[in-house]
C-alpha cells in the first residue's frame, strides 16, 4: 500500500541519493565524519536547504508549503533514517517558528514565515541553566520600554542558539511570574545592538556532537512593542500549545533512527555466520528482530495517527500529543537497545560495521525523549488530565467519530489546521479512547466471518479491559497537582499505552481495505490483522494485560522485514522505495 504521505518525502530521497555511497553530500560516512570531529554539518543542511525543506515548516496559511502535517512527519523522518543530528539541526527551525504559528498574529506568522523559507535558522529560546524543564522558574525578563522591550538574561541548551539568526525568547513580563506572567518575544539578532548579546558557548554532547547545543545572553537587547507575539502574559500558553505540535512531530526522529538501526541490524544478521550457521538462521535472532519490527511499526502506527489527529482532532491534542511523545522515544530506546543485543560488539566499534552507524544513531536518538518535554514532563501531562478522561467516560460524552475516522484513514485527505482550535484541555476527553468499545466490538463482529481475525479480536478485548483497569485506577488516585506520587506515573504509563493501542486498532479499521486492494510487499502485514496483532501484544504487555501473538505472525513479519531491507525499501507499513533500491 503507498501512503501519500510520502510524496515529498519520496522526491527527497530521488535528490539525496543513496546514503550508501561514500561520495553522496548526505552519505552514511560524511555523517560519520562529522560526529568525529564535532562538527555541525554545514553541506547536508544546505542540501537540504537546495531542496527547499524549510518552506515545508511553514503552514500554508502564512505562506509556506506545510498543508498536511503527516507529510512533514514522513519528509523529516527521511531525514532522521540517514542520520538524527542532521534532522535535529536543521528541523530546529519548526520548533522555533511554532510561536508564531500558535499565538502571533497573521502578520507575525507571515513575518516569521518568510524568515524560515528565506533559510534563516530559528531557535526556541526555553530554557536556562537554573530551571531546566521549569519554565514558571524562568530568570529572563523582559522589561516594558518607550521603545519596546528590554532583555535580560541567559538562555541555555538552545538548538542553533549561535547559527541561528533569530530566536523566539521566552522571557518574564511580570515580576511576580505565574501562568500570565510570561511573554514570547520574536528576536531577530541582526536587529540588535551587536553590544547587547553574547553567544554561550556549544556545550560538547554525546550525542547529535554537531549540532549548535549552545546558548546565548542577553544583555540591554532591545526589540520592538511589534516583536511581542500576541498579548503580553500568553507566553505559556503559546508555548504549552507549540508543544503539542512539537511534541507530535518529534515522532519523525524516532522513527527514522528505528529505520536505520532495523536496517544495519537485519543486514548484519543476514551476512554474519555462527556456529556453522547464518545468524539469521538462528531462531533466537529471528526472533529478536521480528520483535523489534513489531515495535517499530506499533510506533509507525502510533505516529501516523498522531500527526493526523493534529488536523482531524485539534482541540484533543493536549492528551494524544503527551502520549506520543512518551511512547515513541521511549519504544524506540527500547527496540534499539534489543537491537543492539543482537548486532554485539559492532554496535560499538567505530571503524568495523557501516561506519560505526549503529552505535551514533543510538547516542544521537537518546535526545529525543528528552527535548521539547521530557519522559516524566509527558507522563505528568497525562496525570493532569485523568479527572477530565474518567469524567467524559463515565459520562458518555457524544466523542469525535468523524474526527477518529479521518485521523486513521490514511487515504482522506485532510484540511489545514486551524491552529486556534489548539487548546490546553481535551474539554471533551479523548475521541480515541472514547471510541474503542465501539471499534472492538466491529473487529469481534468481523472475526466471526473470518476465523484469521480471532488472535485480534481477542487482544482488542483485552485491550478494552485493560482501559477500564486503568480508568478505575485513574478514579482511586487523589488529584496530586504539584508532589505527583509514583503511582500516578505507572497508571500514566498504562493509559499512554491504551492510546497507542486504540490508534492502532483505529488505523487498521480505517485503512486495511484500501492496503489489501493495493497489493504490495507490506500487503501480509495487513491481511489477517497480523501488524495490529503483533502491535498490541507489545503494548498490552506494557498496560499490564499481556495477551501474545501466534508465532506464525512475527514469522510473517520477519520474512516482511528482510524483504524490505534486501530490496531498498522502507521498514514500514507502506511500500515505499528508498535510493538505495536504485
Known sequence: MRYAAFGDAE??????????????????RACAEYDDADAFPDAICAELDGFDLASRYVPT??????????????????????????????????????????????????????????????????????????????GVTATRTEAGYRLDGEKWLINNATRGG???????????????????????????????????????????????????????????????????????????????????????????????????ATRFAGRRGLYGRGLVELPAARHALATAYADHLLVEAVSVVGSRAIQALTGEMSVMSAAVKYLVPTRTEATIAALRKLVGARSLLRDVHEDGAFGKNERDHRIVSLFDGNTLVCLNGLVNLFSILTRTAEQGVAFDAEGVALAASVTEPMEPVDHKKLSLLPRKGSSVLLALPSAVAEVEAMAVLDADLAPLAAAARSLLGALDGVYAAMRDLPPAPV??????????????????????????????????????????????????????????AMAGAPT???????????????????????????????????
Open 61 to 138: 496559511a502564512f505562506g509556506g508549503g506545510l498543508a498536511d502535517y503527516q507529510d512533514c512527519v514522513q519528509t523529516m523522518r527521511m531525514v532522521s533514517r540517514r542520520d538524527v543530528t542532521v534532522a535535529v539541526a536543521h528541523g530546529k527551525t519548526y520548533l522555533g517558528a511554532v510561536s508564531a504559528w500558535v499565538g502571533g498574529s497573521q502578520e507575525q506568522a507571515e513575518r516569521v514565515g518568510a524568515l524560515v523559507r528565506s533559510g534563516t535558522p530559528i531557535s526556541w529560546a526555553l530554557t536556562e541553566r537554573a530551571h531546566g524543564s521549569d519554565l514558571l522558574a524562568g
Open 11 to 28: 522526491r527527497l530521497e530521488r535528490v539525496l541519493g543513496d546514503p550508501g555511497d561514500p561520495d553522496s553530500v548526505f552519505s552514511y
Open 166 to 264: 533569530a530566536l523566539c525568547v521566552l522571557a518574564r513580563t511580570d515580576d511576580n511570574g505565574g501562568p500570565r506572567g510570561f511573554s514570547v518575544l520574536i528576536v531577530e539578532k541582526d536587529k540588535l545592538d551587536p553590544a547587547s548579546h553574547t553567544p554561550v558557548p556549544k556545550q560538547r554532547t554525546h550525542g547529535i556532537r554537531g549540532a549548535d547545543i549552545s546558548g546565548i545572553a542577553f544583555d540591554g537587547a532591545v526589540v520592538g512593542h511589534d516583536d511581542l507575539i500576541g498579548r503580553e502574559g500568553t507566553g505559556l500558553e503559546s508555548v504549552l500549545k507549540g508543544l503539542q505540535l512539537t511534541r507530535t512531530l518529534c515522532c519523525a526522529l524516532s522513527l527514522g533512527a528505528s529505520d536505520h538501526a532495523l536496517g544495519i
Open 483 to 540: 508532589a505527583v506520587p509514583p503511582a500516578s506515573f505507572a497508571v500514566a504509563r498504562r493509559l499512554a499505552a491504551c492510546l497507542g493501542g486504540a490508534a492502532v486498532l483505529h488505523l487498521w479499521l480505517r485503512s486495511h481495505a484500501a492496503a489489501l486492494a493495493e497489493p504490495g510487499p507490506s500487503t501480509p502485514l495487513w491481511r489477517g490483522g497480523v501488524w495490529p496483532t503483533l502491535a498490541l501484544d507489545r503494548l498490552l
Open 548 to 582: 501474545p501473538a501466534p508465532a506464525a505472525h512475527y514469522e510473517t513479519a520477519f520474512a516482511v522485514l528482510t524483504e524490505q531491507v534486501a530490496t531498498g525499501r522502507l521498514t514500514s507499513l507502506f511500500d515505499l522505495e528508498l535510493a538505495e533500491a536504485r
